[in-house]
């Protein structure tokens, strides 16, 4: 590991970044050394634009571009203590595109296609809560209050604990599968 590259890594850790933010940025700022076959200390704004320039004829996707931007931003104005002029190196727009909405007769065809309790919890907890799928892995019997009607997710994206609603067809769903399953493997039966 280059010094350059140890010091990013702990300027990122420091300021307590995601693990999947540390390895794309550091993924993308060694493309863009990788690129030039030199170490970034040495390149400046128009290695940036055109390396840019380079990924747009690829026709990377516009996630990696800003990813690649905000890497490359991080590793100028924390780790190299550069300036930053966003008039030189913009972030690309993204479209703007409606998503596809399942209607509700198809979303509870998904879910009842679903033979296994337990993927049928997933996929009902994930569309009801709208909570990421790394935010349903870690949660808990605790962080559902049936009383209140809210899941508790905590440490969410960004490291944020937040209150989402629990659906009244939701509940009966997670009760079964706590009865089936978390009770009977915890030895509370």
Known sequence: MTP???RMLEDMQIRNLSPHTIDGYLRYVAQFAKYFNTSPELLGP???????????????DVSILTQTVCGLRFLYEKTLHRPWTVEYIPFPKRPKTLPVVL?????QRVIRASRHLKHRVI????YTTGVRVSELARL???DIDSGRMV???RQGKGKKDRQVGLSTD???LLRRYWELYVRRE???V
């Open 4 to 6: 350059l590259r140890k």
């Open 46 to 60: 128009e290695h940036i634009r055109t390396y840019l320039l380079h990924l747009l004829n690829q026709q990377v």
């Open 103 to 107: 209607s509700r007769d198809e979303v």
């Open 123 to 126: 996929l009902a907890t994930l």
């Open 140 to 142: 808990q019997g605790t």
């Open 151 to 153: 899941v508790v997710v």
């Open 170 to 172: 939701l509940l009966p």
């Open 186 to 188: 915890s030895g509370l």
